[in-house]
């Protein structure tokens, strides 16, 4: 809004004054606009904990692999309690997609990337050719294994992690004396296959019987 000058408004203001009384017409009366609702503010969603404490503990920078990761929190249970858990562990988790594991016959690998302290920092590679229920159970299988590294916080090294899975796991027969595997994940990867499959099937027959009902 634009200010006038002082002195135009005092002169405007002299000339209402000197104005005679049967000049002056008196204007309409108005009803006051009615007083507009005061509106409270919805109170904020509570905060969740994993932002409190640093933001989210698994990541990614991958499309693909974030889309999978959303589809498998959705359908599988398991995975979902796999990624409640860790979200409350002192670690950070990066997903991504490593191209070369096709040729090694791998469908994913986790690797120890370094120790800030309060926070140990993880990744899990997965292989990219492969259907994608496959990639979200290996998602799951990896994630078990964070899970397992959360519950040894003596682990701060690759040379500790090598030492844990001596001592928990069976070395990998894909990755002969570089690598080691866990019952437990495995049938991790076992299970959530088999939840996204039944929810699959239950789909189709739920489909099937709409279908069925509307042709009657």
Not at 66 to 93: M, P, Q, W
């Amino acid at each position: 809004m634009m200010r006038l000058p002082a002195l135009l408004c005092a002169s405007g203001l002299a000339g209402l004054l000197i104005a005679p009384v049967a000049a002056q017409t008196s204007l309409p009366s108005r009803t006051p606009a009615p007083e507009s609702p005061v509106v409270t503010p919805d109170a904020a969603p509570p905060v969740p904990e994993w932002w409190k404490n640093g933001g989210p503990r698994v990541r990614t920078a991958d499309d693909r692999i974030a889309r999978l990761y959303r589809i498998g929190l959705e359908r599988s249970n398991l995975l979902r309690e796999i990624a409640d858990k860790i979200d409350t562990g002192k670690v950070v988790v990066y997903l991504g997609l490593d191209p070369t594991m096709k040729t090694r016959g791998l469908a994913g690998r986790l690797i120890f990337t370094g120790d800030a302290g309060a926070y140990r920092y993880l990744r899990v590679l997965i292989n990219p050719d492969m259907p994608s229920e496959q990639i979200i159970a290996s998602i799951a299988h990896e994630l078990h294994h964070v899970l397992e590294i959360i519950a040894h916080p003596q682990v701060r090294s690759e040379s500790d992690l090598v030492t844990l899975y001596k001592r928990i796991g069976r070395e990998s027969r894909a990755m002969a004396g570089s690598g080691w595997e866990t019952d437990a994940a495995q049938q991790v990867g076992y299970d959530v296959r088999r939840e996204l499959h039944l929810g699959r099937a239950d789909t189709v027959a739920r489909r099937q019987a709409e279908r069925r009902g509307a042709i009657r």
